[in-house]
């Protein structure tokens, strides 16, 4: 579908629409909590409000926007079918609801989507058609098939209906907690931001609306600093806001109701979605941990604030989630990798287990290399993978290791090396 290039942000979704659709898919789609957390607003400074959209069926928003679009199809159009791209989160949302009201559906995903995702698009009885390298490249694809077809196109951002499903949250929010004085919000291709911003701003003129993109695809903040080209592909773990374009009538809005838009480093995303692993018990995809991911790199913007953040998806492979866990223990000091020679004979391995037993760390793993060059024939060198209790309790782990089997701090490889 196509708009006219002079189009104002405020002619493109209004706060009316956005009532609309609230009250459209009010008995379909889930009103997800909006809960504080006492923890996580001490470690990041504000008082921090979650908006719980994982929780949904699709585990995503985007199942608001997609509804919203589907039920103001005509009759004619739901007969042919709809077709979308998505690298899930939005495929899911079309799939379900169209298989819901018994309209047929064409998802084209991008080569390298999760296959947790794909797997579930499927389920839900959608067509997936695997193309393209990346996002923008499935987008072409996608138009084209739906041209080709003459099916509806449900964008995954760059649509009234969709943006407007999407700013449901903000109302759902803003009733739970009415003294959140800030938003942080996700930026893909900017239809969850828009819609946000749209009804935010009508419900609380003086709210302060941040937009939040990896560094890897900070599509919408270069496209609001005049710069024209795609991103360059990059690896994220938020896949699901990793757009290289963002949208022509998204901008529009980011522009004229979004405060600011912050960078985050892929660490800092996967701080969050650990830390809302292990102290909020959720699961959250790379994508529904930015807004956190935000909070803790930028500490000092929301100091003293109340803040609410979305939640925005939890579709992440489990394989992912036990990474990203992992990781998270080593950055936190909770992980211990070190190298030590050993004597090539039996009860050497046990002697290394006595040590750290002793000590009182957790060995996780353990390696031999009896080819390592730097070692007389009758050695070998051990590496070890043990869990500490913090930096402190490592160091005295290596302390008694060099102590007990006489060994200069010379003799580990790398000394205290953390997993990174």
Do not use: W
Not at 225 to 242: C, F, R, S, W
Not at 288 to 303: K, T
């Amino acid at each position: 579908m196509k708009y006219p290039g002079n189009l104002s942000s405020s002619d493109i979704v209004t706060p009316a629409d956005i009532e609309a659709a609230g009250l459209r898919i009010a008995d379909v789609i889930m009103q997800t909590p909006c809960l504080g957390s006492e923890t996580l607003s001490s470690l990041t400074g504000c008082k921090l409000h979650l908006k719980f959209e994982n929780l949904q069926f699709t585990a995503s928003f985007k199942e608001r926007g997609a509804l919203n679009k589907l039920l103001l199809l005509s009759d004619s159009e739901r007969a042919a079918g709809v077709c979308a791209m998505s690298a899930g989160n939005h495929a899911q949302g079309v799939a379900y609801h169209a298989r819901r009201l018994g309209v047929p559906a064409t998802i084209v995903m991008p080569r390298g989507t999760p296959l947790t995702k794909i797997t579930r698009t499927r389920g839900h009885g959608a067509r997936v058609v695997i193309a393209g390298d990346n996002l923008s490249e499935a987008l072409q694809v996608a138009e084209a098939t739906a041209d080709a077809d003459r099916l509806t196109f449900v964008h995954p951002f760059d649509d009234p209906a969709v943006i407007a499903g999407q700013g449901t949250i903000a109302a759902e929010m803003l009733f739970a907690a009415p003294e959140i004085d800030t938003l942080v919000v996700p930026i893909g291709g900017g239809g969850l931001i828009s819609g946000i911003a749209v009804a935010a701003k009508a419900l609380k003129p003086g709210i302060r609306i941040v937009g939040v993109q990896s560094c890897t695809y900070p599509s919408m903040k270069r496209a609001l600093e005049g710069e024209t080209a795609p991103v360059t592909d990059g690896l994220t773990i938020a896949e699901g806001i990793a757009v290289k374009t963002a949208g022509a009538l998204t901008r529009e809005i980011v522009r004229d109701y979004v405060d600011d838009i912050l960078l985050v480093e892929e660490e800092a995303i996967e701080r969050a979605v650990a830390l809302l692993l292990s102290i909020e018990k959720t699961v959250v995809e790379g994508a529904g941990g930015v807004g956190l991911g935000a909070l803790l790199q930028y500490p000092e913007m929301f100091a003293g604030r109340t803040v609410g953040t979305i939640l925005s998806g939890g579709n992440i492979d489990l394989r992912a989630i036990a990474d990203v866990a992992m990781r998270e223990l080593a950055r936190s000091g909770h992980l211990l990798r070190f190298d030590v020679p050993i004597a090539d004979r039996p009860g050497a391995l046990a002697d290394i287990g006595r040590i750290l037993g002793d000590v009182g760390a957790n060995i996780l793993s353990v390696s031999h290399d009896r080819m390592s060059l730097t070692q007389n024939q009758r050695g070998a060198v051990l590496t070890v993978v043990a869990e500490v209790q913090d930096y402190d309790h490592g160091e005295a782990v290596l302390e008694a290791l060099r102590a007990r089997l006489f060994l200069p701090s010379a003799h580990f490889s790398s000394g205290q090396q953390r997993i990174s």
